[in-house]
């Protein structure tokens, strides 16, 4: 079994100035720089045959490279239990299109459809013990996130192997956007 997503990456510089917004939030447990992308699909566990026709369906996806930046700050929760602080990304039809491109891929290797609607954006923290209210202060305080703009030219497949100290990311696919 192997456990898979596929995601574009953040130029370095865009990243690197994610890590420096990783602080003041007590109980966070901020992700590494080399964690930091923006999910298109996850599609979870999975044999290494059905694993294979994926490659085969993310590989024949075919679509125009695109403009992309990040912009604001929220968080994934209720006001009792906060799971974790993101920075999002700027509205941007063709990631929406790459990401149902992704879905219609799972589904045409058998995997069930994603119920919820996408929402992209970077994780930058899980949240272990944070309360609430420094959670949406932390969020207003990083609000007004904003990066520069970088042209996506291709996306990824990883494999997701969980452990106590959280998840690794392993690079197992690129695919080219023309």
């Known amino acids: 079994m192997i456990r898979l997503f596929a995601a574009v990456d953040l130029p370095p510089e865009i990243a690197e100035g994610l890590i420096r917004r990783q ?15 923006i999910t298109l699909r996850f599609f979870g566990e999975m044999q290494r045959t059905q694993a294979a026709d994926l490659d085969s369906a993310l ?15 929220g968080a994934f929760g209720d006001n009792e239990h906060m799971l974790a602080v993101w920075a999002g990304v700027a509205q941007s039809e063709p990631l929406g299109r790459l990401a149902g491109k992704c879905e219609a891929a799972a589904r045409r290797v058998g995997l069930k459809g994603e119920a919820r609607t996408y929402r992209p954006h970077v994780t930058l923290a899980y949240i272990r013990a944070a309360t609430a209210e ?17 042209r996506v030219r291709q996306f990824n497949l990883y494999s997701s192997w969980l452990s106590g100290d959280g998840s690794r990311y392993d690079l197992e696919r690129t695919y080219q956007l023309s």
């Open 59 to 73: 590989e024949a996806i075919a679509m125009k490279s695109f403009d992309l930046n990040l912009e604001g700050a």
């Open 134 to 150: 420094r959670t949406g202060e932390w969020v207003v305080e990083n609000n007004l996130i904003k990066s520069p703009v970088w």
């Open 23 to 37: 602080r003041g939030l007590p109980g966070a447990a901020w992700r590494p720089l080399e964690a930091l992308h």
